[in-house]
């Protein structure tokens, strides 16, 4: 069985693909426009080419960077809520992951998101399930919140870049500006 899993980033692929390829045929995908400023996604980016390089992943990548209709959208969201602006966030990636999935006649669409704690674990399931029948592929969910410590550890391992916020500005704002003033 094949699976098309989105990573956000090299870090939070390490466990789910050593766990997952032992059972299914891995497909990775990156498709990440979330990630601002530029040089942040490109340096994300080239830590995802030379971890799945090393690990000899079969890999697709959607470079599209829609920044202004990215921006103009979680803008607006995140002027009601951030929780508003991460549903528009995860569904955006997932939505391409599973078009992405039935183009290549994927069994299932995945995706790392479902590995760390401080991702809103719910809802990216909710809307990985509703975007998989929307499209007509089944969304493989599994707790990776399991293969979190293990995944930091690999990662620290590794060498591989790690970032230290979740991708927009506005993860980056919260993390280095706001609590400090
Ligand atoms: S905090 Fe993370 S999940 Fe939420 S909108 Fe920003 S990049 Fe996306």
């Known amino acids: 069985m094949k699976i098309l899993l989105h990573a956000c980033c ?5 466990a789910p693909y050593k766990h997952l390829s032992k059972e299914y045929d891995i497909v990775v995908f990156w498709y990440n426009p979330n990630i601002q400023p530029y040089r942040e996604y490109v340096r994300r980016l080239k830590a995802f080419r030379e971890y799945t390089s090393r690990i000899g992943a079969k890999v697709i990548e959607d470079l599209s960077y829609p920044l202004e209709d990215w921006l103009l959208k979680a803008s607006l969201l995140s002027k009601k809520s951030n929780v508003l602006r991460c549903r528009f966030c995860y569904a955006d990636r997932l939505y391409k992951t599973a078009v992405m999935a039935k183009k290549i006649s994927s069994d299932y669409f995945s995706t790392t998101l479902l590995l760390a704690p401080y ?10 399930e509703k975007i998989g029948k929307k499209v007509g592929v089944k969304f493989y969910y599994e707790d990776m919140r399991k293969w979190f410590d293990e995944g930091e550890g690999m990662a620290r391992k590794s060498g591989i870049y790690r970032q230290g916020y979740c991708g927009c500005i506005f993860s980056e704002a919260d993390r280095y500006w706001r609590d400090k003033i």
């Open 10 to 14: 090299a870090p939070c692929l390490m």
């Open 119 to 128: 991702q809103k674990h719910e809802i990216v399931k909710e809307i990985g």
